[in-house]
């Protein structure tokens, strides 16, 4: 590494990338490139690479210097170049192809040094609640030496960097996003690590038990097709209990079950096999949902499902299965899911995604 880039880094720098990857490596925590992590060295923001994997951090390079004063002057302009951030990478530190995290503003408006975002199912089963202030407080409330906060559902990018930008001089050390995540945020590696398990613990809920997967029946159902049973057997959850069938079936509940997942689940009738349901699509002109629930069998993803892909099914079978019965959801509107699938940026992610997954 260049003695440039060296003297650019933190001290802290190799403690923060094994951070990075306890977060990444926790599918409870973070799923395929979801999440984003960054630190601040003077004028430098350190910040994940879009597309990268926070599992990863310790392996390869996946982090992007970037000019965070010029950034965040962008941001508060309305400056269009500052959703992409591309412009503002230090190049005489890092001139690889790496382009900085969708999230990037986000991390550049909130003052403290290290900051950690990340799709921890616990709290976003209780982020797309239509109760989730009350219910959040009441958990909270087991730590109460953290400052919180709870923001509405805004698309990540420039629209959520500007609200976690009005809030910011508030200085949170933990803020809620609604139908999307958590940022833990603080001043030392150790002070983020120690309020992510507290917070993740005081936000917990129970799963509800699911009996196996039937494969060999999901496997005569889908033969023939271009859909396959899920291989993580934790996935298929979401379509063994039948209010996990129902929340998964009853609209988006966050940003990347829309950008990975499509805005619509498959739900196969009784007897009804793959070809049958997938021929109704056809007919229409219309692609076919990407995951297709088999009531009380399994679930199906298609045969050339990304890892990425593969994992943000796994996520939704951890949120659903963790959402309270009867609790009243607020789903993402017809307009959060436009705004996510027109969006250039996660059309960048998504072509990373299949680009890693081909290597």
């Not at 690889?96 to 969708?102: E, K, N, T, V, W």
Request: one cysteine or more.
């Amino acid at each position: 590494m260049k003695s440039t880039v060296v003297s650019a880094l933190p001290e802290d720098f190799r403690q923060f990338l094994a951070l990075s990857a306890e977060i990444g490596r926790d599918i409870l925590k973070t799923q395929g490139a979801g999440g984003n992590t960054s630190i601040k060295h003077g004028d430098c923001l350190w910040v994940k690479a879009s597309g990268t994997w926070l599992a990863n951090a310790l392996d390869g390079n996946i982090m992007v210097p970037v000019d965070r004063v010029g950034l965040l002057e962008a941001l508060r302009a309305g400056d269009e170049r500052a959703e992409k951030a591309t412009a503002f990478i230090r190049n005489d530190l890092d001139p690889g192809a790496l382009r900085p995290s969708i999230e990037t503003t986000l991390h550049a408006a909130l003052p403290q040094r290290v900051i950690a975002h990340f799709h921890c199912v616990h709290t976003i089963a209780l982020a797309v609640l239509a109760r989730r202030e009350d219910l959040i407080a009441n958990r909270m409330a087991h730590v109460p030496d953290l400052k919180w906060a709870l923001v509405p559902y805004h698309r990540p990018g420039i629209p959520l960097a500007q609200t976690i930008d009005s809030i910011a001089e508030t200085r949170p050390d933990v803020i809620i996003l609604a139908n999307h995540g958590l940022i833990v945020c603080g001043e030392t590696i150790d002070e983020v690590r120690n309020r992510i398990q507290r917070v993740t613990t005081a936000l917990a809920g129970t799963s509800r038990h699911t009996p196996a997967p039937a494969l060999l029946s999901l496997e005569g159902i889908c033969r023939d097709t271009a859909y396959r049973p899920a291989r993580d057997a934790e996935t298929h959850a979401t379509a063994l209990y039948s209010q996990n069938i129902q929340i998964a079936t009853g609209g988006s509940l966050y940003p990347d079950h829309v950008i990975f997942l499509g805005t619509r689940i498959g739900l196969l009738a009784d007897g009804q096999v793959v070809s049958d349901f997938t021929s109704i699509f056809e007919r229409r002109g219309e692609q076919p949902p990407k995951l297709i629930i088999a009531p009380g069998i399994g679930v199906l993803l298609p045969q050339d499902m990304t890892t990425g892909g593969e994992a943000m099914a796994r996520c939704l079978s951890e949120v659903v299965s963790r959402i309270p019965d009867g609790e009243p959801i607020i789903y993402l509107t017809k307009p959060d899911e436009y705004a996510l699938t027109g969006w250039e940026a996660e059309k960048y992610r998504q072509s990373f995604d299949r680009g890693q997954n081909a290597q």
